[in-house]
Every structure is written in structure tokens, then in C-alpha cells.
């Protein structure tokens, strides 16, 4: 009996030793900063951990820090505008690639994917062909030849280099629109109607055959009334399941995740479970431009803690639970940030009255914040067996 319990002392002693020389070295001292990157701890999940990139702040010769941060904290990169048509073709016919090639060699350089953003969309276009369309000097048929080139060319420049690309963006109108029953709104729909959105997968499909192919939009973080006249996550669920009934070549979609604190937001079971249902359509799915802002009261401006640091806590708190959706479910495959640190937001510069701010992981001094260090936990913390790996579907054809 004795002997029995030493050797199955022994065994489990032997197993235990296994199992310990498996885990990452990292996991028994979580408070240890040695190889604690955000992208070495999301790989031990296989979830992609990405950020936007400004090219200005990237090629800043006075700001080594933004390049040291994007390439040891991140395994994903997207570039924040160098990949938009006003940036790529700003005169009709002619190409400009520096940016974004840079981009994509930094990042390959750097062992990083890339999300490609943004194909379809209908800000920043170039003027050749908002004013084209508004003198009538190219008429609808021309347009669809038009995005239809504009897709084949940009998408078959980096073919093979781009894992996801964001091929439509911000097709659908919200609630405080008009008319609010919710509609496909903007330059697109308004001059091609809707059928433009199976048209551009189809395209891109068609120039890059493994690129994952994905519809991105905001405030689809999580299911409201059910109702897709006033539900935006219902009327996505629904566009992007009709898409995939006719045959249209879509892998996932894109939630940007641009929350605001004065908001309250989301719970982790109301994300996760949206992500789930776009999952059960046999979708991917990726947050795409998350950032937290808050409102800059005078008493923020002037450093006060007590303004600072519940804003501070809130702001993590949101990644938090957007994060823990994703690691939540296995189809989710990549949590991307728009900008990692407030010297280089979009937020300050769109929203200014009230003006908001403090919206990204690291301060303007490039200090991680306490946002940061709750991904971080979530990163270390999160394991089998409610997070387990990733599982990437086939691009569909
Ligand atoms: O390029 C000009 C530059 O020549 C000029 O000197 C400068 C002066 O203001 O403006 C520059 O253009 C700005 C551009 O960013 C590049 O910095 C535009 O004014 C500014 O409007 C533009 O804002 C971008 C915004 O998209 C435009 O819609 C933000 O940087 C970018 O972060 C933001 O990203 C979008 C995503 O693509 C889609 N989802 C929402 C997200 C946030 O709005």
C-alpha cells in the first residue's frame, strides 16, 4: 500500500517537472518585466496584440521611443492613414506607396502582421474623385470601374504581405442619423446603392487569395433591442450573414472598439457574447481600433488626481473587458489599438468640445498607464479553459 502511494508520488512528482518545463518561463513571475510584451504574452494565446501606426511620428528621427514601443510591444501592426485612397492616389492615375510601403517593410522587418485599412470607405478620398462624381464627370458606371481598379490595384500591390484587410469600413448609419432607422449611409450607397458591399469583397477576393477578408465598423461592440431598425450590431449581424448566404467572400468582422468612459459602456458577457454570435456564422472576428477617451475637465487640464486617476481606472477597466471578450473566444484574432500612447491620438484632434483625451495604454511621456497594465494582466492571468487558442478559419473563395 505504502509502495503503491510512493509511486504514484513519484509519477505525479515526474508529471508535475513536464508540466512546469512546458509553461513559458515568464509564467511563475508575473511581476518580473523580463520578456512581459504585450505581443510575447497575447502569442501564448495566439491572439495578435496590434496597434496603429502614425508614418509621420514613425519616420520622427527625435522620437526613437514610438518605433522601440511598436516593435517590442506589438506583433500586429495597421497603418493609421497611409493605406486610405486620399493617401495612396491623391492624383488620379498615380500611385504614391512610400508611407504605406514603409509600413509593411518596417513591419515585416520587425516580424509583425499587418491589417490592411482601409479599401472602402467614404472619408478621406481624394477630391479628383469626390468633385469627379459631384460635376458629373464620372458618371456611376465609371465609378464601379473606378473602386473595382482601386481595390485590384491596392490589394494586388500586397498580396501575400496583408493578413486581414478591413475591405469595407463604416458602411452602415447610426441611430442619431437621418433618417434613424438604421440604412447603409455615405458616398457609396448613396452613388452605387448597397450592392457595392459584395462587390468589394468579391474584388479583393479575387486579386489576393488568402487575405482575410473583413467588414470593420463602430458601435458593434455589443447586441442592443435585437431590433436591426435601431440595433447597428443587429443590422451588421444580419448584412454580413446575408453576404455569406449569396456567396460573398467575407472572413470576419472588424469591431473598432472606440469607447468613451462618460459612456459606461459594456460588460465582459455582452461582448463576448456578440463576438460569439458573429462567430457562429463561421466568421473571425478582431477588435480593430480600440482606444478608451475621456472627457478633459478643467481640473484633468490642471493635473488634479481626483479628476485624473477615476478616469485613469475607468479607461482600463473598458480595455478590460473588451480584452477578456476576445480572449473569450477562440475566433477572435487579433485586439488592435488606434495609437498606443496620447502624444499621438486621433482623439484630442476630433473631439474638442468638450475636449477628451487620455485615450490610449502609455501617457504622452510614453509611461505605461494603468490601461496598460490591466491588458497586461489579462494577458498573463488568462489561460485554459475559458481561453484557449486561437482557431483562424479558412479565407473563403
Ligand atoms: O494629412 C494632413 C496634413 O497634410 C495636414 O497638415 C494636417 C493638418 O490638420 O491634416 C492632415 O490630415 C489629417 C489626417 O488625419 C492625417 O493626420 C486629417 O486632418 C485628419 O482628419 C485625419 O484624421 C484621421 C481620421 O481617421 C479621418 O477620418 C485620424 O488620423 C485617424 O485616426 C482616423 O481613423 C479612423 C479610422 O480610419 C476608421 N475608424 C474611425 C477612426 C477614428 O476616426
Known sequence: MLLRRWIAAGVVAVATVGVLSTV???AGRPHDPADQSLRALGLRHGLYVGTAVDTAALDDPDDPRYREIVRDEFSSVTAENAMKWESLEPTRGRY???????IVATAQRNGQRLRGH???????????????VADGSIDKAQLRQILRQHITTVVSRYRGKIWQWDVVNEAVSDPWDDPPTLHYK???AQHLGPGYVADAFRWARAADPKALLFYNDYNIEAFGSGDPADDKTQFVHDMVRDLLARGV????????????TQYGNFDTFQVADALRRFAKLGLATAFTEVDVRSQLTEGVRAGVPDEINPRLQASAANFHVLLQACLAEPRCLSFTVWGFTDRHSWVPGWFDDPPEGLATLYDENYQPKRAYQTVKADLIFAGPPYVLPRVTPRPRR
Do not use: E, M, R, Y
Not at 118 to 132: A, K, R
Open 24 to 26: 513559458p518561463a515568464t
Open 118 to 132: 482601409v479599401l472602402v470607405w467614404h472619408n478621406q478620398l481624394p477630391t479628383w474623385l469626390t468633385d469627379g
Open 186 to 188: 455615405g458616398f457609396w
Open 249 to 260: 467572400p467575407i472572413d470576419g468582422v472588424g469591431s473598432q472598439g472606440h469607447l468613451g
Open 96 to 102: 504614391d506607396w512610400a508611407a504605406a510601403d514603409k
